[in-house]
């Protein structure tokens, strides 16, 4: 299956201060890239979808001002956690779609510690 | 009423046995059907992809799709340890659209 990384892995930040989080498919191009997040036992909870070069798509109660995302070329989309807080704490996964299928590949997620 | 049911488990079944997993679901609008499995702090990694109805093997896994009933199975022959792991069925209304996921079942395979 086509390989999609994120980075960083863990990140621990201050109360107010933004994280970005980059999510890269390496050996595809991704048409179409999608933000989940995830709490403890629960399941993944999209966030938004976003397409090269528009903007994205945000999920109905997520804050798209405090969740910046940029999906500036193929293989490269970023998530931005402005003015962090203790409750955005979670755990955060991308997933890729595009090339030959059409099938969603996902990341290896990102933990997000606010303190 | 989510849109996607998944009973959350734990299933604990010996190593070697069969694991039967299945989700339901309430919109007709969905015609591709995934499984993913996810281990604990990973994201998930996609084991089977079904378009429509029917059925499709891919080593121990097959995966049922019965639109009529709106009813989606996985199953895993000759279980083993190593597919301890939360298993989340996942759906979507067309190719590269979003994903709409079950709850996830945790399952334990005991050796």
């Known amino acids: 299956g086509a390989v999609v990384s994120q980075h960083p892995s863990w990140v621990i930040c201050k109360s107010g201060t933004s994280v970005k989080i980059e999510c890269r498919s390496l050996?595809?191009?991704?048409?179409?890239m999608f933000w989940y997040r995830q709490f403890p036992k629960q399941s993944l909870m999209l966030m938004a979808t976003?397409?090269?070069?528009?903007?994205?798509?945000?999920e109905q109660g997520v804050e798209k001002d405090k969740f910046l995302i940029n999906h500036a070329s193929l293989t490269l989309s970023t998530l931005t956690v402005t003015s962090a807080h203790p409750e955005d704490s979670s755990f955060y996964i991308c997933?890729?779609?595009?090339?030959?299928?059409?099938?969603?590949?996902f990341g290896p997620g990102t933990r997000l510690t606010v303190t | 009423q989510k849109e996607v049911e998944q009973d959350p488990g734990p299933l604990s079944v010996p190593e070697g046995a069969i694991v039967s997993l299945n989700c339901t679901y309430s919109?007709?609008?969905?015609?591709?059907f995934m499984w993913y499995r996810q281990y604990s702090r990973k994201g998930p990694e996609l084991l089977m992809y079904?378009?429509?109805?029917g059925n499709k093997e891919d080593g121990r896994f097959t995966a049922q799709v019965d639109k009529s009933s709106k009813y989606i199975s996985l199953f895993i022959r000759d279980s083993q340890p190593s597919d301890s792991a939360t298993y989340l069925c996942?759906?979507?209304?067309?190719?590269?659209?979003?994903?709409?996921f079950g709850g996830g079942t945790r399952v334990l395979v005991k050796p």
């Open positions: 997933s890729a779609t595009g090339g030959q299928g059409t099938e969603q590949y």
């Open positions: 050996d595809f191009q991704a048409t179409t």
């Open positions: 976003s397409n090269e070069g528009s903007k994205a798509t945000y």
């Open positions: 919109n007709s609008a969905f015609q591709y």
């Open positions: 079904t378009y429509s109805s």
């Open positions: 996942a759906m979507s209304k067309a190719a590269g659209n979003k994903l709409t």
